[in-house]
């Protein structure tokens, strides 16, 4: 059974720095292709960055050249480190763990910028 528990959110100040960690278990994690997915109030779910197995990474045009997203597949964790964050950043942000056309969701982690 999928089990992803995401770590790391709260709240900061306009141009600050959070680091999200994402706990993966149950499922043989190296085959897996892991992403950060954010909800907004009011707004539909939307790909902020993806891993795949090999470690090719790609990111969201929106956070491109502030957020940067990693994986340690001995450790079974990914990582999304958000630089410079925006107001706009504001949103529950979802680990994600994707096998062809099969996801599974963590549960959630609230990021806050404010000042």
């Known amino acids: 059974q999928v089990q992803l528990v995401e770590s790391g959110g709260g709240l900061v100040q306009p141009g600050g720095s959070l680091r999200l960690s994402c706990a993966a278990s149950g499922f043989i994690f190296n085959l897996y292709i892991m992403g950060w997915y954010r909800q907004a109030p009011g707004k539909q779910r939307e790909l902020v960055a993806a891993?795949?197995?090999?470690?090719?990474?790609s990111v969201a045009d929106s956070v491109k050249g502030r957020f940067t997203i990693a994986r340690d597949n001995a450790k079974k964790m990914v990582y999304l480190q958000m630089n410079s964050l925006k107001s706009e950043d504001t949103a529950v942000y979802y680990c994600n763990a994707r096998l062809g056309s099969v996801d599974s969701w963590g549960q959630g982690t609230q990021v806050t910028v404010s000042s």
């Open positions: 891993v795949t197995s090999r470690g090719s990474a």
